[in-house]
């Protein structure tokens, strides 16, 4: 069985410009959710898409936006880049939402370097 | 304020012996908690689950408790091998008000051959 797929693998952008990165979850899971990944501030929660709706959200600007097809594949975007938006931007997904006491199966993540 | 932290950056211990790493957090309400493993250049990898009313959890040679009293879960690994080496993150996730999902700061443990 495939994993979560995240493409790109590496990415250089500079600051002003935007983003979109892609996420193709394990087959039959509907659940994506995203994951800004540094040094300084770790692992933190960007937000959660089932059946194509936002379900839940961290504590990110709005410049950080999402969305799922129906397909369950999701993308998303940062608009505006800056130079501490640089990170490993993860993808999980997962059977169910993640409050739903469900583990969550992650890609390798897209590494994101703003110059 | 509230945050979830791990006890220690690095742990370093000999080969064959248990690694205990420690998860505690302050001002929530966990719903569940659960340890992942990551390694250098990959996504975590999800390792075990244990819920509010659970003391405790066992897959294989890997244990995990969940104290709501002392606000602190502990995962440990016993006789442990170099292939263990890596980095391990808590994560909790609290359904009480506004929902959280929070990640530790995470334990790179090393176990020496």
């Known amino acids: 069985k495939a994993g979560v797929t995240q493409t790109p693998r590496y990415l250089i952008k500079t600051r002003g410009q935007q983003v979109t990165l892609s996420c193709s979850p394990i087959?039959?899971?509907?659940?994506v959710s995203w994951y800004q990944q540094t040094p300084g501030q770790g692992l933190q929660f960007l937000f959660e898409?089932?059946?194509?709706?936002?379900?839940n959200k961290g504590n990110f600007p709005g410049r950080f936006s999402g969305r799922q097809f129906s397909n369950s594949r999701s993308e998303m975007n940062v608009s505006t880049l800056e130079l501490g938006d640089s990170a490993l931007y993860l993808c999980a997904s997962s059977w169910g939402l993640i409050y739903s006491n469900q583990p969550q199966h992650f890609g390798d993540g897209t590494r994101l370097s703003i110059l | 304020s509230q945050k979830i932290e791990q006890n220690s950056e690095a742990l370093n211990i000999q080969e064959g012996k248990t690694a205990t790493l420690t998860c505690n957090y302050t001002?929530?309400?966990?719903?569940?908690l659960q340890w992942y493993r990551q390694d250098p250049g990959r996504g975590p990898v999800f390792l075990l689950l244990?819920?509010?009313?659970?003391k405790e959890k066992r897959k294989e040679r890997l244990k995990v408790t969940f104290d709501t009293t002392l606000k602190q879960s502990l995962f440990h690994i016993t006789a442990s091998q170099p292939a263990d080496s890596a980095t391990y993150l808590c994560a909790l996730v609290s359904t009480s008000g506004t929902y959280k999902y929070i990640f530790g700061t995470g334990t790179r443990l090393k176990v020496l051959a």
């Open positions: 001002n929530y309400s966990p719903a569940y």
């Open positions: 087959s039959g899971h509907r659940s």
């Open positions: 898409y089932f059946s194509e709706t936002q379900r």
């Open positions: 244990i819920r509010e009313n659970e």
